[in-house]
T-cell receptor
């Protein structure tokens, strides 16, 4: 089944404790992206990757890191989480970043930072 | 500045009604996406448009490039259509190529 998976789905952590949210897709997609969703602010793009080893900042990259060493995986790293990073996070992928294609979204990761 | 605005923010309808959700954007785009998010959070892509009109079942999406405006229509609405509908634009001007900018979303509630 074609899908985007994220782990964990739910995470409660404390300020400053490094964490990684994994994202994996099995569709051989070139483009992958991370978004956060907050009440009243909607969806905002954090980072995206046009292909392996190619990443770029979205609208809200501060406090996040990403890497794209393999085509299928695009982990989101919070080196020192803070309470303002409490949010619902979505990973998505699409066939190509060079043109617009349908985006496939993961199920979301609800992160709480205390 | 690249902006996407949706209206209305909230929409309540009775089952069977025809529904329209609007999305306006500020500058030229290469594509516009319509997404659906049901309670519980999962996001599904409904349409990706660069011109004209697309139809899938009871859903129709149109885009007018000159007016910088897109609409999502739902015919014969049903309670299972209750969800948040989000438009997102891929701008061609003043931004990196892979970025998406989202509208705030329209919360649709369809009553039986």
């Amino acid at each position: 089944e074609a899908q985007v998976t994220q782990n964990p789905r739910y995470l409660i952590t404390v300020t400053g404790k490094k964490l990684t949210v994994t994202c994996s897709q099995n569709m051989n997609h070139e483009y992958m992206s991370w978004y956060r969703q907050d009440p009243g602010l909607g969806l905002r793009q954090i980072y995206y990757s046009m292909n392996v080893e190619v990443t770029d900042k979205g609208d809200v990259p501060e406090g996040y890191k990403v890497s794209r060493k393999e085509k299928r995986n695009f982990p989101l790293i919070l080196e020192s989480p803070s309470p303002n990073q409490t949010s619902l996070y979505f990973c998505a992928s699409s066939l190509s970043g060079l043109a617009s294609y349908e985006q496939y979204f993961g199920p979301g990761t609800r992160l709480t930072v205390t | 500045k690249n902006e996407v605005e949706q209206s209305p923010q909230n929409l309540t309808a009775q089952e069977g009604e025809f529904i329209t959700i609007n999305c306006s954007y500020s500058v030229g785009i290469s594509a516009l996406h319509w997404l659906q998010q049901h309670p519980g959070g999962g996001i599904v892509s409904l349409f990706m448009l660069s011109s004209g009109k697309k139809k899938h079942g009871r859903l129709i999406a149109t885009i007018n490039i000159q007016e910088k405006h897109s609409s999502l229509h739902i015919t014969a609405s049903h309670p299972r259509d209750s969800a948040v509908y989000i438009c997102a634009a891929r701008f061609t001007e003043g931004t990196s190529y892979g970025k998406l900018t989202f509208g705030q979303g329209t919360i649709l509630t369809v009553h039986p």
